[in-house]
Each structure stands twice: as structure tokens, then as C-alpha cells.
């Protein structure tokens, strides 16, 4: 006879403070790292906003899952990002990291709404 105990994994952590602040079009890359898998083992996944990725080829996940590169960071990635450990018992998710996104403004642009006489 063979006992097979199973337990949740423990709650995963982000090596980056919260908040993280990028430039635009640079890359971030954040780090996640959980002490025990469980057992089974654990499956790490990451979230954007409490919600799975966005299909989008900027956002690269290892081949061991714990690390996220988004390459050329838009003003739309600007959002609360979580690694998830999940098995058969339980998941746990890490506490959030935010990305901030700086940018520079807009090039203005100058409009007339009525003629103009300069004398």
C-alpha cells in the first residue's frame, strides 16, 4: 500500500516592488518565484489584471514559466500583473506588481475655428 499525500503549493512571490515604472517601448521583465510546487506540482501561470495574458507576442513567458519579458511596453500594459501556482489541491496567487508606463506627450497640434485678421 502506497499513501500519496497531496498538498497545495505555497503562495508565489514577485522579485519586483510594487509599483514598477517603465518608459515606453523598453522591455520589462518581472520574476516569479515559489518556494514549494506541491504536490502534484504546481503549474505557474501569469495574469494581467486578474485575468490570463493577452494573446500578444510581446508578452514572453519561460520555458520554466516564472519569468514574463513584455517586450516594447505600450501605455496599454500599464496594469497590475500575478504569477498563479496551480495543482489538483489548490492555486495561489502571488500579490500584484504594477506597471507603470511613462511616455512623452503627445506632438502638439494647433487648430482654427473662425478666421483670423492680423493687422
Given amino acids: 500500500v502506497q499513501l500519496v499525500v497531496q498538498f497545495a503549493p505555497a503562495k508565489p512571490t514577485i522579485s519586483q516592488s510594487s509599483p514598477v515604472t ?3 517601448n523598453e522591455d520589462q521583465t518581472l520574476t516569479c518565484s515559489v518556494s ?5 506540482a504546481a503549474t505557474i501561470s501569469w495574469l494581467q489584471g486578474g485575468d490570463a495574458l493577452p494573446a500578444d507576442s510581446r508578452f ?3 520555458s520554466d514559466r516564472l519569468t514574463l519579458t513584455i517586450t516594447g511596453v505600450l501605455r496599454a500594459d500599464a496594469a497590475t500583473y500575478s504569477c498563479r501556482a496551480t495543482n489538483d489541491v489548490r492555486a495561489e496567487t502571488s500579490d500584484g506588481v504594477q506597471i507603470n508606463v511613462q511616455f512623452a506627450p503627445a506632438k502638439p497640434t494647433i487648430s482654427q475655428s473662425s478666421p483670423v485678421t492680423v493687422t
Fill in 22 to 24: 517603465v518608459t515606453e
Fill in 36 to 40: 514549494n510546487l506541491g504536490n502534484p
Fill in 60 to 62: 514572453g513567458v519561460s
